[in-house]
């Protein structure tokens, strides 16, 4: 029964003013759209209320049909309950409190904005964090990986001719201090394999 209520509170509460609102939009007929404008800001302020009434009065007898019947009745073109709420009730309410309600929603924002970009910098650094701890973590792998390479290479070299320096590389006779890096430790690496 309950299904059957939020079914036809959806259908008649939503759907129908939605579909309504939009030949309203389409026609731009000025009388039409402000009269849908003034159901939709009631009906957000009933739905806002909603979340809280049904926590508390949900066990009141009736309690669903009578928010079926508001909301027959905010639409009805007879009763024109949503345009009678709007006048009556809302627009005063709203246009004494439109100043503190804007200065708020001002607040609000630059409070969102400075805590979005607060929380964004400190992900940046979380991250940028956690990237240079796998990177020094993974070097360690690296530079093993990278060593095993060159020992592979060297044994290469060692088992074709230990003769044989690579043609890439040009050893010479004078010292060590005046040899280029890699020269020098081609030069140590055949050196170190005569040596064995």
Not at 48 to 69: N, Q
Not at 145 to 151: A, E, H
Request: glycine content about 6%; charged content about 20%.
């Amino acid at each position: 029964f309950v299904v059957c209520l939020v079914f036809s509170r959806l259908i008649f509460g939503t759907l129908y003013p939605a579909y309504y609102s939009y030949k309203a939009v389409k026609s731009k007929d000025i009388k039409e759209y402000v009269k849908w404008m003034m159901y939709w800001i009631i009906f957000a302020l009933f739905t806002t209320a909603e979340t809280f009434t049904d926590i508390f009065l949900c066990w009141f007898p009736f309690y669903y049909e009578l928010k079926i019947a508001f909301v027959a009745w905010l639409l009805s073109p007879y009763t024109k309950g949503s345009s009678l709420l709007y006048r009556k009730f809302v627009h005063p309410t709203l246009s004494s409190k439109e100043k503190e309600i804007d200065d708020c929603l001002v607040q609000a924002k630059d409070r969102s904005y400075d805590a979005l970009v607060h929380f964004g910098k400190r992900g940046l650094n979380v991250a940028a964090t956690a990237a240079v701890m796998a990177a020094s973590k993974g070097q360690g792998a690296l530079s093993e990986r990278l060593r095993s390479f060159s020992m592979q290479d060297l044994s290469t070299i060692r088992g074709d001719s230990s003769s044989t320096v690579p043609p890439s590389v040009t050893v010479r006779t004078s010292s060590k201090q005046s040899q280029p890096k890699t020269s020098r430790s081609a030069s140590e690496g055949t050196g170190s394999s005569g040596k064995c």
